[in-house]
């Protein structure tokens, strides 16, 4: 089959020839609906090297950790599941037995130094193939909704929402305001998961106006970069600050801005992995206020995720491309040059 290829350091991926995977015990086979184009798969092949990154990231390994598909084929041991159904991916995959794992949270598995790989795509082999392998336990049921346009969904609509839930406390009441910083694939469904799921006022911010312009289209008010950005968005909140912040970016100052908008006892998540650096002082910032951070989400969360996909809640913006076309949009990800999420679809 074809497939998408981390074949070596710091250099594109290639699109080759590999062999078919066969389901393993406990496991499914796919036929890849759809894999999403993300900025960590670039990371991997660009900025990884030997000495640099987790070592389960070492060459080479098919791409792809944002998957859904229609089950092909059931391993031993399967049971429940019916052949040609759609599901969406988890994409992790942790030890299965530790108190992080049990929770469904196989991102903070607590072996997961000693596991061969981080997750389907980042490691094991992923989904910008005709055909893919995971646990059984990792598929998430899409039903009737269309499988291509959700394949985003299981990193770049899980994410946002497991940083959102952890911050509803800080939401929770009448006049309340949410900041998303970065108007990307993240940031854009964010956008939507706080219209979904709050009764706040959600103030978006972005370098670029077509991105602004669409989350304004989802509920937000947005407020365009500049010298007087801090200034307006906290004008919006009558002078109060943000109850909570999203930084979908993580650079220096995404997370400056965020420090300078939030208010008293209010929260800020920084989710983009920018590797952005903030000077804390005490008297620096407003009482009790929260700076953390946050990686993934659980398989249970997915489920909520997929609920509001099915449901029409949320809606990810995608560009299709053909497996043939996979290398040019990652070239197009990697140029800026996507206003929508990338998602290659082996079908078309």
């Not at 670029?208 to 500049?226: D, H, I, N, S, Y």
């Amino acid at each position: 089959m074809r497939a998408v290829v981390f074949d070596q350091y710091q250099s594109d991926p290639v699109l080759k020839e590999v062999a078919k995977p066969t389901p393993g015990p406990g496991e499914v086979l796919l036929k890849v609906a759809g894999a999403g184009a993300c900025h960590s798969d670039v990371a991997v092949f660009r900025e990884f090297s030997a000495d640099f990154g987790p070592p389960q990231l070492k060459p080479s390994f098919v791409l792809g950790h944002e998957n859904s598909g229609w089950v092909e084929e059931l391993g031993e041991g399967v049971s429940g599941i019916d052949t040609g159904d759609a599901f969406l991916v988890y994409g992790p995959i942790g030890c299965g037995h530790c108190a992080a794992c049990s929770r469904g949270q196989d991102t903070y598995c607590a072996n997961a130094a000693t596991m061969p790989y981080l997750a389907a795509g980042l490691g094991r082999d992923g989904g910008m193939a005709e055909y893919l392998t995971v646990p059984a336990r990792n598929l998430v049921p899409l039903g009737d909704a269309d499988p291509v346009a959700a394949a985003p969904l299981s990193d770049a609509g899980l994410t946002p929402y497991h940083a959102i839930k952890k911050s509803l406390p800080a939401l929770a009441g009448g006049g309340k305001h949410a900041l998303v910083i970065g108007l990307g694939g993240l940031g854009q469904l964010g956008v939507q998961i706080l219209t979904a799921l709050t009764g706040a006022t959600v103030i978006a911010t972005d370098m670029k106006p077509e991105a602004m312009q669409r989350a304004e289209e989802a509920g937000a008010v947005t407020v365009p970069g500049g010298p007087d950005q801090a200034t307006a968005i906290r004008d919006l909140t009558g002078g109060r600050g943000v109850d909570a912040v999203f930084d979908f970016v993580g650079i220096d100052p995404t997370i400056k801005l965020a420090m300078e908008t939030v208010g008293l006892r209010g929260r800020v998540t920084v989710v983009g992995i920018g590797n952005g650096s903030y000077s804390w002082n005490f008297y620096g910032v407003p009482y009790e206020v929260e700076l953390t951070s946050t990686y993934w989400g659980t398989i249970e969360e997915l489920h909520e995720v997929v609920a509001l996909y099915r449901a029409g809640r949320i809606v990810p913006e995608v560009e299709i491309f053909g497996l043939d076309d996979a290398l040019e949009a990652y070239r197009r990800l990697e140029a800026g040059e996507l206003s929508a999420r990338a998602v290659v679809a082996p079908g078309r």
